[in-house]
């Protein structure tokens, strides 16, 4: 009967801590696409303020190769795989999947959105030692 109980409280714990995970960077973009993203930004009429409005401080403003302003909106969120938190085995096999979005946003000298590019990728990584 204890076997079970405890088997019962391994089973739920693991399933708890399944959906754990850490996240960095503009949680702004968190549930953006690029249907949705182009419905927001309009090449020409966009300003950089609207675009603050919208999503906030960048994570980086840095100037393209001709002097005109790009800011960049990242981030990432990454979720461990249930065998990393089962006692040992959690040692020797690892799953983890990442998911990146990317934001940059190229605005002309007067400030207005000159062209923009979104990029999401997904990646799994399953280790064993």
Not at 9 to 30: D, E
Not at 65 to 88: F, I, K, M, Q
Request: aromatic share 8%; proline share 2%.
């Amino acid at each position: 009967m204890k076997k079970i109980a405890l088997f019962m409280m391994l089973a739920v714990s693991m399933t708890a801590l399944a959906g754990c995970g850490a996240s960095m960077g503009n949680s702004s973009i968190k549930n953006e696409s690029n249907a949705k993203l182009s419905q927001k930004i309009v090449k020409g009429q966009t300003t950089e303020s609207q675009i603050v409005q919208m999503f906030g401080q960048p994570v980086s403003k840095e100037f393209a190769g001709n002097g005109d302003p790009e800011w960049t909106y990242s981030r990432n969120t990454s979720h461990n795989g249930v065998l990393a938190y089962v006692p040992v085995v959690g040692l020797f096999a690892h799953a983890q999947t990442d998911n990146n979005k990317v934001l940059t946003i190229l605005f002309n000298k007067k400030g207005i959105v000159k062209n923009w590019a979104f990029a999401n990728s997904t990646s799994h990584l399953n280790a064993q030692f």
